[in-house]
């Protein structure tokens, strides 16, 4: 039985766990949907725009289908397009440079910091005149809060009052955590985040979330989010998606943002119990002053010399999985190596691609078995 105790798969995310927190309560919820029947655009998607303006502190929040729709229908209400410049760090998942191309924009890669993970407000600053030298109009910024932390927007607000350019903050990974005392979704001309359901805050499908206080660009994003539609169903007045929440993830959602804080809580517990205990091997990740970390991933970077693979294959074989995020940076995939990057290149995201990985990491992580995960760390580095 002990035997079997140790060598027991530990999950990356607890999505179970949390299933079995709330229990009934979500029971309930989708009950409720199930009874009024009504799927799309039910009273459930209003209660939950609702309760997110409460939380984040935004006047306007526009639920819509995934977090990558969120970014695509700010760039889409901006009018971005064939030879406008929006600038994205290289280090993050696709959708942050994917929506820029779908809108015929050019994404002008930039590097991060390797200490943050977030973007690096030099790079940024050479990638802007990069975008110029070919000829591009800078029109925005799409910063990343990185594995939940926040960036410093003070210093991406600086960089783009400075350059007329807009901010788009991709929360997709962040939402929950604050700069300075103010909660993401309240920053730059508009914020998006993620309800996939491994995020922090997590329906059980694909959703997302744009966050504003712009009244103006509020009405348009809700007409993109349904095809474009004016006043009249029939009367299409620009180009639109088919964007909505559907009412079933908007009652699950609503139910557990009444626990986020809670979980927020306990995910910085586990977060700093990790740095403890693995300081002195890894190079663990670190908060930057004034910043807060929801913990989307807990991602640390491995010794010179340490086999990557072997690393993680020694951690599976005793029930630990790992991930890796990401071991390409955008500008070295096959669909975005044609697209420009900073002058002076990406040092720092190809650097992090080669030695990153991630740590199982949820709010429902109990000691025992994040003792587990670092004994086999230790184990693995020959502490």
Same mark, same amino acid.
């Given at each position: 039985?002990?035997?079997?105790?140790?060598?027991?798969?530990?999950?990356?995310?607890?999505? /179970?766990?949390?299933?079995?927190?709330?229990?009934?309560?979500?029971?309930?919820?989708? +009950?409720? #949907?199930?009874?009024?029947?009504?799927?799309?655009?039910?009273?459930? #998607?209003?209660? %939950?725009?609702?309760?997110?303006?409460?939380?984040?502190?935004?006047?306007?929040?526009?639920?819509?289908?995934? +977090?990558?729709?969120?970014?695509?229908?700010?760039?889409?209400?901006?009018?971005?397009?064939?030879?406008?410049?929006?600038?994205?760090?290289?280090?993050?998942?696709?959708?942050?440079? /994917?929506?820029?191309?779908?809108?015929?924009?050019?994404? #002008?890669?930039?590097?991060?910091? /390797?200490?943050?993970?977030?973007?690096?407000?030099?790079?940024?600053?050479?990638?802007?005149?990069?975008?110029?030298?070919?000829?591009?109009?800078?029109?925005?910024?799409?910063?990343?809060?990185?594995?939940?932390?926040?960036?410093?927007?003070?210093?991406?607000?600086?960089?783009?009052?400075?350059?007329?350019?807009?901010?788009?903050?991709?929360?997709?990974?962040?939402?929950?955590?604050?700069?300075?005392?103010?909660?993401?979704?309240?920053?730059?001309?508009?914020?998006?985040?993620?309800?996939?359901?491994?995020?922090?805050?997590?329906?059980?499908?694909?959703? +997302?979330?744009?966050?504003?206080?712009?009244?103006?660009?509020?009405?348009?994003?809700?007409?993109?989010?349904?095809?474009?539609?004016?006043?009249?169903?029939?009367?299409?007045?620009?180009?639109?998606?088919?964007?909505?929440?559907?009412?079933?993830?908007?009652?699950?959602?609503?139910e557990k943002l009444k626990i986020f804080d809670d979980e927020i809580v306990a995910?910085?517990?586990?977060?700093?119990?990790?740095?403890?205990?693995?300081?002195?091997?890894?190079?663990?990740?670190? %908060?930057? /002053?004034?910043?807060?970390?929801?913990?989307?991933?807990?991602?640390?970077?491995?010794?010179?010399?340490?086999?990557?693979?072997?690393?993680?294959?020694?951690?599976?074989?005793?029930?630990?999985?790992?991930?890796?995020?990401?071991?390409?940076?955008?500008?070295?995939?096959?669909?975005?190596?044609?697209?420009?990057?900073?002058?002076?290149?990406?040092?720092?995201?190809?650097?992090?691609?080669?030695?990153?990985?991630?740590?199982?990491?949820?709010?429902?992580?109990?000691?025992?078995?994040?003792?587990?995960?670092?004994?086999?760390?230790?184990?693995? %580095?020959?502490?």
């Amino acid at each position: 039985m002990n035997q079997h105790l140790r060598t027991e798969p530990v999950p990356f995310i607890d999505v /179970e766990a949390q299933r079995r927190r709330l229990g009934g309560l979500l029971d309930e919820a989708i +009950g409720r #949907v199930l009874t009024h029947c009504n799927f799309i655009n039910g009273p459930e #998607v209003t209660r %939950l725009e609702a309760d997110l303006a409460a939380f984040s502190g935004a006047r306007h929040v526009i639920v819509c289908a995934s +977090g990558t729709d969120a970014l695509l229908m700010v760039l889409m209400a901006k009018g971005i397009g064939p030879g406008d410049a929006v600038l994205c760090p290289s280090f993050t998942f696709c959708a942050t440079g /994917e929506v820029v191309v779908l809108t015929g924009a050019t994404p #002008v890669f930039v590097d991060v910091d /390797e200490s943050t993970f977030n973007i690096d407000i030099a790079s940024l600053k050479r990638g802007i005149d990069t975008a110029r030298k070919l000829g591009l109009k800078p029109r925005a910024v799409i910063p990343v809060d990185m594995f939940g932390q926040a960036l410093n927007h003070d210093a991406i607000a600086a960089v783009a009052a400075d350059e007329d350019l807009f901010v788009l903050d991709d929360a997709a990974q962040g939402f929950g955590a604050s700069f300075n005392g103010r909660k993401i979704g309240t920053f730059g001309l508009a914020t998006a985040t993620s309800f996939f359901p491994a995020k922090p805050l997590g329906c059980f499908g694909d959703g +997302g979330a744009i966050f504003t206080d712009d009244a103006e660009l509020a009405e348009v994003l809700r007409s993109i989010r349904v095809h474009g539609q004016g006043s009249e169903k029939y009367d299409n007045v620009r180009i639109g998606l088919t964007a909505r929440l559907d009412t079933m993830q908007a009652a699950i959602l609503i139910e557990k943002l009444k626990i986020f804080d809670d979980e927020i809580v306990a995910r910085n517990k586990a977060a700093e119990r990790y740095s403890r205990a693995l300081g002195n091997l890894v190079t663990v990740p670190r %908060l930057a /002053e004034g910043c807060t970390s929801v913990w989307a991933q807990y991602t640390i970077r491995l010794p010179q010399g340490v086999d990557r693979n072997d690393f993680a294959a020694t951690l599976k074989a005793q029930g630990i999985p790992t991930a890796i995020y990401y071991p390409k940076s955008m500008h070295q995939q096959t669909a975005y190596r044609g697209f420009p990057v900073a002058e002076g290149g990406l040092p720092a995201s190809e650097r992090l691609s080669r030695d990153v990985i991630s740590l199982p990491m949820h709010a429902y992580l109990d000691e025992a078995t994040q003792d587990r995960v670092i004994a086999a760390v230790r184990s693995a %580095l020959g502490a």
